[in-house]
């Protein structure tokens, strides 16, 4: 099992930044791809980013490319998400997840991790 918490969410004004953590527990994720996914206030949960377990390759959301990076210290057990010139279209629940194999363009529905965080919330004003 793996257990992940989430850390850093709050409320920004647009234009700031935020950066999110995902502390992970149990079985090492040193293996393990990693992701972040949003669930907007009355909306599906949508993917945000993945990222390979030994960092090689990321992939982003068209929303978020340029403006969000994640990254990860498997020393720490830690991931990371750091996000800049936040919009109000931010806002949202934000997860961590933890997939023991990379699974691409099955994260684009939202989902397909095998573990997941209980999520942090991002609010960002206008």
């Known amino acids: 099992q793996v257990q992940l918490v989430e850390s850093g969410g709050g409320l920004v004004q647009a234009g700031g930044s935020l950066r999110l953590s995902c502390a992970a527990s149990?079985?090492?994720?040193?293996?393990?791809?990693m992701g972040w996914f949003r669930q907007p206030p009355g909306k599906e949960r949508e993917f945000v980013v993945a990222?390979?377990?030994?960092?090689?390759?990321?992939y982003y959301a068209g929303s978020v490319k340029g403006r969000f990076t994640i990254s990860r210290d498997n020393a720490k057990h830690t991931v990371y998400l750091q996000m800049n010139s936040l919009k109000p279209e931010d806002t949202a629940v934000y997860y961590c997840a933890a997939d023991r194999d990379f699974r691409g363009t099955v994260y684009l529905g939202g989902g397909g991790m095998d573990y997941w965080g209980k999520g942090t919330l991002v609010t960002v004003s206008s």
């Open positions: 990222v390979t377990w030994n960092s090689v390759n990321t």
């Open positions: 149990g079985r090492t994720i040193r293996t393990y791809a």
